[in-house]
Nanobody, 126 residues
Framework: VQLVESGGGRVQPGGSLKLSCVAS????????VAWFRQAPGKEREGIGC????????YYQDSAQARLDANTGKAAVTLHLQLTHLEPADTAVYYCAASDDWGFSCRALREHGYEDWGQGIQVIVSA
């Protein structure tokens, strides 16, 4: 599976940013793709995910993060819309994928994703 992340950068507090992950090359018919983030000095945490079985789900309740998925042949683009950003949202955001997953992606924790993108930096600063 190939993962290509885009859309990061610097934004002022209160601003918005849209990240995109193009995941392609799935072999199995059922798979999952997710967005995680890791802030400086903190553990990586899940934001939300998409599975072919269920669709979009979220690892945590947040009014700031919304996912949108566009599917293709053995591929999906998972967009992460971030709004009302605060300095605490400064982190490296990662896209991850698991081929051959036919269940709710919320049941798939960080260690269950086999493929990871390089990560994309988001900096929220005045």
């Amino acid at each position: 599976v190939q993962l290509v992340e885009s859309g990061g950068g610097r934004v002022q507090p209160g601003g918005s940013l849209k990240l995109s992950c193009v995941a392609s090359g799935f072999i199995e018919e059922e798979y999952a793709v997710a967005w995680f983030r890791q802030a400086p000095g903190k553990e990586r945490e899940g934001i939300g995910c998409f599975s072919t079985r269920i669709g979009i789900e979220y690892y945590q309740d947040s009014a700031q993060a919304r996912l949108d998925a566009n599917t293709g042949k053995a591929a999906v683009t998972l967009h992460l819309q971030l709004t009302h950003l605060e300095p605490a949202d400064t982190a490296v955001y990662y896209c991850a994928a698991s081929d051959d997953w036919g269940f709710s992606c919320r049941a798939l924790r960080e260690h269950g994703y086999e493929d990871w993108g390089q990560g994309i930096q988001v900096i929220v600063s005045a």
